[in-house]
Each structure stands twice: as C-alpha cells, then as structure tokens.
C-alpha cells in the first residue's frame, strides 16, 4: 500500500479537513503526491504569472487558511500521461462521494461537473477544491 512522503504530508496538513480526508482514504487505493495544499502570496504570483493559475492573490482557493484547494498528482509524476491524472481523478471522486462530499469537491478537470472533459476551457488536472 502506497503512502505519502513527509513532503505531502507537510502540504495536506495546510487544506481543509475534508479534503485531507478524502486524500488519507484515495492513497490507500493508489499512489499519488500532494504538490501544493495552502499557497501564499509569492507562490500564487507565481502561479499566476506562469499561467498554472487564472488567479492572483486572494482569489485562488489555495490561499485560504486552511486551503480550500489541493493539487495531486500520480506517482511518479508523468505530466504528458493524461490518462493517469484522469484515473486519480475517477478515484478522489469516488472516494469524495463515498465519505459525503461528492457534492462539494470539484476537480479542475470538469469545473461544471457534468461528468464530460471536453467542454472545458481551462484543465487543471491537479487541482480539486471545496466548491462551497
């Protein structure tokens, strides 16, 4: 059974309570990272200014204490293998729905939540939040 490193440990304890849950339950089904929970103000600059965010300081769910976002991603990191990120999605949700929260966690990858990819302008396969 996978489990998470010190770093993602460090990142999960900045998010939110359910959201630490739902990753405590998902690692235990497959291996994933935790790349950024809380982010502050330099790191959300820089995000923006990357383009890895459409959103600058305080307006990125990351900068809420505790962060009402996350970013994952499948270990080992492969960042042309879509289709991992895809799979890890299918398991936070599923694991979101079975703890309560299918309802409040919204993945990057389908912001509508309409269960289709393709009508989505923005991809952030990464990032889930607390859609509250």
């Known amino acids: 059974m996978a489990r998470f490193g010190s770093s993602s440990m460090t990142r999960i304890a900045t998010c939110d309570a359910r959201l630490q849950e739902v990753l405590h339950r998902a690692i235990e089904v497959v291996d994933f990272t935790v790349l950024c929970g809380h982010r502050g ?3 959300q600059g820089r995000a ?7 959103a600058r300081w305080g307006q990125s769910k990351h900068n809420s204490t505790p ?6 991603a499948p270990w080992p990191i492969d960042w042309e293998d879509t289709e991992a990120f895809v799979y890890l999605a299918g398991i936070i949700r599923a694991v979101s729905h079975d703890l309560g929260y299918g309802d409040i966690i919204r ?3 389908d912001w509508d939540q309409d269960e289709r990819m ?6 952030d396969y990464p990032h889930f939040e607390i859609k509250e």
């Not at 393709?118 to 991809?123: I, L």
């Open 41 to 43: 103000k330099i790191a």
């Open 48 to 54: 923006f200014f990357t383009k890895k965010s459409k």
């Open 67 to 72: 962060s009402q976002a996350v970013d994952i």
């Open 107 to 109: 993945w990057g990858g």
């Open 118 to 123: 393709r009508d989505e302008r923005f991809r």
